[in-house]
């Protein structure tokens, strides 16, 4: 029984079996890395990553196939289809990248996506090993380096302030001044005035430590007169 299981997983021939083998593997570790996704609450979970890797496995295993299949075939080319599945994936890991409020979100999605399909296509290829270990090398980056990510931010947040003020010409410098003396840190400004309102809204990137919170940062900002209102988002 070993010595069949051995053979057949070293066949590279494709046939009904190892066709369906390697659906099944990528089948397997596609809801790996789904579950991840899925625990952690995001938008492409459980059953997106799974389809991803199913379908990219079964791309890669159809490329090798049809040449196999039909060896009399002019211009047979295995790779054109698997280089195929790569192109088609950065259209739907564009889709998980959302650009708001001067900030970039679901990078991380795009690129797990993509290395999703790397490994479908690592598994359809008959592969096996290493699609095991570039799975468990994936929930290793997803799951360990998160926690590590964390503690360099030294227990603080990346977030978006917005100040709304009555005038059009901001005292950038007193603003930065005040939020600096919190302990929190800005960059990455943007301006927008209305001359005909007079009015101005001052956008920041704001990075609080573990040391300051919201409040703090709206307390220093509350002795401007001209400020109209302050938000604070994720």
């Known amino acids: 029984m070993s010595d069949y299981i051995s053979q057949l997983l070293a066949e590279s021939q494709i046939t009904p079996v190892t066709a369906t083998l390697r659906l099944l593997l990528g089948l397997i570790l596609g809801l790996c890395i789904g579950l991840e996704r899925q625990v952690r609450r995001h938008d492409a979970g459980l059953r997106t990553f ?4 199913l379908g ?10 049809i040449p196999q299949a039909y060896p009399d075939m002019l211009n047979g080319d295995p790779g054109r289809i698997a280089a195929q599945v790569l192109a088609g994936v950065g259209f739907i890991g564009a889709g998980a990248i959302v650009k708001s409020r001067g900030g970039v979100q679901g990078l991380t999605s795009a690129a797990c996506i993509w290395q999703t399909a790397i490994v479908g296509m690592t598994a359809g290829a008959g592969l096996y090993l290493a699609a095991v270990v570039m ?7 997803l799951i360990v380096m998160d926690r590590f990510e964390h503690l360099a931010r030294i227990g603080g947040d990346n977030l978006i302030l917005t100040i709304i003020l009555s005038t059009p010409t901001p005292d950038k410098e007193t603003i930065e001044t005040l939020v600096s003396a919190t302990g929190a840190r800005l960059r990455e400004q943007s301006i927008v005035a209305d001359a005909n309102m007079g009015t ?10 573990s040391h300051t919170s919201q409040i703090d940062v709206i307390r220093a900002l ?4 001209e400020i109209k209102k302050v938000t604070i988002t994720a």
């Open 50 to 53: 799974t389809l991803i890797c």
């Open 56 to 65: 990219s496995t079964c791309a890669v295993v159809i490329s090798i196939w």
């Open 135 to 141: 799975t468990a090398m994936t929930l290793f980056v």
């Open 200 to 209: 101005s809204i001052v956008t920041y990137r704001l990075m609080l430590t």
């Open 222 to 225: 509350s002795p401007l007169s």
